[in-house]
């Protein structure tokens, strides 16, 4: 157990006893144990974790390898993925106008949806 024997042992116990005294060693052995056990739960814990990560990655590389499943794509970035440029977007807006009571064109937002559309002017 750590390299410490029985003589050891018994040595740090008495010193424990005679600093700590009689009454609170038997409190603090108590804490010592619960923190020792609540470690070891929590390590254990860890292990079944990496355990268990592990062998999903496994199942998924075999799953992979077999052809059963396939990569996932990777996913874009909406903001510069897009076929439009500015002045695409800019001619959408100038021609996706709504016609006023008066007759006047007046440019939407191509943004908003249907039911959300606005009139600039």
Same mark, same amino acid.
């Given at each position: 157990? !750590? /390299?410490? /024997?029985? +003589? %050891? &042992?018994? &040595?740090?116990? *008495? &010193? *424990?006893?005679? $600093?700590?005294? +009689? @009454?609170?060693?038997?409190?603090?052995?108590?804490?010592?144990?619960?923190?020792?056990?609540?470690?070891?739960? #929590?390590?254990?814990?860890?292990?079944? @974790? !990496?355990?268990?990560? @592990?062998?999903?990655?496994?199942?998924?590389?075999? &799953?992979?390898? %077999?052809?059963?499943?396939?990569? +996932?794509?990777?996913?874009?970035?909406?903001?510069?993925?897009?076929?439009?440029?500015?002045?695409?977007?800019? *001619? *959408? $807006?100038?021609? #996706? /106008? $709504?016609? @006023?009571?008066?007759? %006047?064109?007046? #440019? $939407?937002? +191509?943004?908003?949806?249907?039911?959300?559309?606005?009139?600039?002017?």
């Amino acid at each position: 157990m !750590f /390299g410490i /024997g029985m +003589p %050891e &042992l018994l &040595l740090v116990l *008495a &010193l *424990a006893l005679i $600093v700590i005294g +009689p @009454s609170k060693l038997p409190d603090i052995a108590r804490a010592l144990g619960k923190g020792l056990a609540e470690f070891r739960r #929590a390590t254990d814990e860890l292990k079944h @974790s !990496f355990n268990e990560e @592990s062998g999903t990655a496994a199942t998924r590389d075999r &799953l992979l390898k %077999e052809g059963k499943i396939k990569p +996932p794509e990777p996913a874009g970035n909406p903001y510069t993925d897009g076929t439009s440029d500015k002045k695409e977007d800019a *001619a *959408a $807006v100038e021609t #996706a /106008g $709504v016609t @006023s009571p008066e007759g %006047e064109k007046k #440019a $939407v937002d +191509p943004a908003q949806t249907e039911g959300e559309k606005t009139t600039h002017g």
